[in-house]
């Protein structure tokens, strides 16, 4: 399980630099493992791109309550949970494509998506408002969904870098 755990995290690594369709010796190497490994684990592409989502979705989930803990205040745990949702984008991102054949797979991972994450970013954003760090009318599914916007398109134009829009959009919730 641990070895599992680990060839995810390389795997998820591997995405968001290199995209969903890296070669598997990358993320082998990665991992620091042999491809038949990858292979034992997940024999198809789509199998592993599935178990790299739903463990980016139960580490982004996990995350929050842990970055509340530890920051210096609500607003940070946010920033700090936001940039690990883009980076959860950015892996989603070629989900779809890895996964053409399946559409109800895809659907019932989005599903899990919001269930896991929804309540997670509800939590986070409450803590700011009552804070009185941001704007307390902020829903969570606006902002997942507004982030989500901003980084459509990131592969499409090098110039365009999300990461400095989704910044300003986290300014424009201060108070």
């Known amino acids: 399980m641990r070895n599992e755990q680990t060839l995810l995290a390389a795997a998820a690594e591997v995405f ?6 890296a070669p598997i010796r990358e993320i082998a190497a990665e991992a620091g493992v042999g ?3 990858i292979y034992r684990h997940f024999p ?4 592993l791109v599935v178990a790299v989502y739903r463990h980016q979705v139960e580490a982004c989930a996990e995350a929050g309550p842990a ?3 530890t920051s210096d205040s609500a ?7 936001i940039d690990l949702f883009v980076d959860f ?3 989603k991102h ?7 054949s399946d559409s109800s ?12 994450l929804g309540p997670v970013c509800e939590e986070l954003l409450g803590a700011a408002g009552e804070a009185g760090e941001i704007w307390d009318d902020i829903q969570p599914f606006e902002l997942m969904r507004g982030i989500g916007n901003l980084c459509v398109g990131r592969d499409d134009d090098p110039r365009y870098d999300p990461r400095r829009l989704i910044a300003l959009l986290l300014d424009g919730l201060r108070r």
């Open 16 to 21: 968001v630099s290199s995209g969903v369709d």
């Open 35 to 37: 491809m038949g490994t």
């Open 44 to 47: 198809t592409r789509a199998d």
């Open 67 to 69: 970055l509340l803990s």
């Open 75 to 81: 607003f940070a745990a946010l920033r700090s949970w």
């Open 89 to 91: 984008l950015v892996t």
């Open 94 to 100: 070629g989900l779809a494509g890895a996964m053409q």
């Open 105 to 116: 797979g895809f659907q019932s991972l989005h599903a899990y998506f919001l269930d896991r």
